[in-house]
Nanobody, 120 residues
Framework: QVQLVESGGGLVQAGGSLRLSCAAS????????RGWYRQAPGKQRELVAV???????NYADSVKGRFTISRDNAKNTVYLQMNSLKPDDTAVYYC??????????????WGRGTQVTVSS
């Protein structure tokens, strides 16, 4: 069974930092991390930071210069370093990936999310 598990969320004051992790586990043949998304209460899920097909990164305008996405392929893990956090960053953060399992079936996966709350 393949799954994505996010961690690292929590409560932080405005101006603080958090580092989110998303680890893939299970019978994985290959993995392509797409990136991080977030959903605030009453709002639609939105893109935060993603890897492009060319290997570069894209960020939402609201997080540019504050957030950094990275990955460790050896650990099947993707990270989101979040600095200078603002109350508007409060949301549940999800990672997204395309995985090919050992039975060679390709699926799109979402983690269950990790809550980030930024107090003013």
């Amino acid at each position: 069974q393949v799954q994505l598990v996010e961690s690292g969320g929590g409560l932080v004051q405005a101006g603080g930092s958090l580092r989110l992790s998303c680890a893939a586990s299970g019978s994985i043949f290959s993995i392509n991390f797409r990136g991080w998304y977030r959903q605030a209460p009453g709002k639609q899920r939105e893109l935060v930071a993603v890897f492009t097909s060319g290997g570069s990164t894209n960020y939402a305008d609201s997080v540019k210069g504050r957030f950094t996405i990275s990955r460790d392929n050896a650990k099947n893990t993707v990270y989101l370093q979040m600095n200078s956090l603002k109350p508007d960053d409060t949301a549940v953060y999800y990672c997204n990936a395309e995985l090919v399992s050992t039975d060679r079936i390709r699926r799109n996966y979402w983690g269950r999310g990790t809550q980030v709350t930024v107090s003013s």
